[in-house]
């Protein structure tokens, strides 16, 4: 039989006031009555009634989040690191997944609306005024990742375009003369939200004008044909830069049953230093995804908003690096 808050007050010798205190991290209690309060609860088992604190405080301590799906790794990654994020404030998390389908997406928020979690966090497929607008008519506050909507509404993401840039800097550095762009997404421009993908593409072009190298873009989403066509047309030493890791594995593959051997004879460069790189040889050269530090900050824009700010900041841009292994 577990403890109540009342129970615990008793044992400490304390009022359900400064139980309270302690247990929601509010002023006006001693450090070393709140500390004494902590650890007996750990003890006893303490386990804070979530019915009885919605009713006080009006929250559900829910969380939604949509994402695309979760067969890429860096969703998974993405997802398991907002878990942890909103754990820690004691929050739990439905997840729902939009594959990519702008009508699904919706239904999947106005689900979570139904619910009635107290907040979400999407990686948006939508886009649109239309779409801004419907989800500011949603009865809790949302914020976005990775894909921008609105400069009005709340967004986290990675400084892509820098990043992107910054590397084809070091490509021209090591002496590679063109590179190959591999972005299947592109080819979504204009269907739905690809700023990500955008951004990145723009750094990348970017990139290539200011240290006038030669291109060749694939936005092929099977690109097998279209790759080997660029590996063997002339234009000197190449790299291959791709917009994700799953596309810089998937050329890996086909430059191994081509026998071009990384990077001997042709660079590699990923995007997002997703967990299962660990597994690949040559190693793989690529850009950082800080998904901890990504999710951290959206659960906690979205935390402000959940306790009752009407505004946040409408963009945090979060640094990468670019990571050196072997296939550069």
Request: hydrophobic share 40%.
């Amino acid at each position: 039989m577990r403890i109540t808050s009342r129970e615990l007050a008793k044992i400490c010798g304390v009022s359900i006031g400064t139980v309270d205190r302690a247990l929601n991290n509010r002023p006006g209690i001693n450090p070393e009555t709140k500390e004494r309060i902590l650890r007996v609860g750990r003890e006893l088992g303490y386990r804070p009634h979530l019915v009885a604190r919605s009713l006080k405080t009006g929250k559900t301590f829910t969380v939604g989040i949509v994402v695309y799906d979760l067969d890429n790794r860096f969703f998974a990654q993405l997802v398991n690191a907002i878990e942890n994020a909103a754990r820690e404030s004691e929050y739990f998390v439905y997840l729902t997944l939009s594959h990519h389908d702008l009508i699904r997406e919706r239904g999947c928020l106005e689900h979570l609306a139904s619910l009635n979690v107290d907040g979400v966090l999407i990686v948006p497929t939508n886009k649109g005024n239309e779409f801004i607008r419907f989800v500011k008519s949603l009865p809790v506050p949302v914020v976005t990742i990775g894909n921008r909507i609105s400069a009005t509404v709340p967004f986290v993401g990675l400084q892509d375009r820098e990043a992107i840039r910054g590397t084809i800097g070091v490509i021209a550095n090591k002496g590679y003369r063109r590179v190959i762009y591999v972005s299947p997404p592109l080819s979504y421009g204009g269907k739905e939200n690809i700023y990500e993908v955008e951004e990145r593409y723009e750094g990348f072009r970017e990139g290539i004008r200011e240290h006038s190298l030669q291109s060749y873009v694939i936005r092929d989403k099977h690109f097998e044909a279209a790759l080997s066509e660029a590996v063997k047309a002339d234009g000197g030493r190449s790299a291959i830069m791709c917009s994700s890791d799953i596309y810089a594995l998937e050329c890996l593959r086909l430059l191994d049953i081509w026998g071009l051997r990384v990077p001997t004879d042709i660079g590699l460069v990923g995007f997002d230093d997703i967990d299962i790189l660990k597994y690949v040889r040559p190693s793989l050269t690529t850009i950082s995804y800080p998904t901890r530090e990504i999710a951290r900050e959206a659960f906690a824009v979205l935390k402000v908003l959940m306790d009752g700010e009407t505004e946040a900041c409408p963009a945090r841009l979060i640094e990468s690096k670019l990571i050196l292994r072997e296939s550069l």
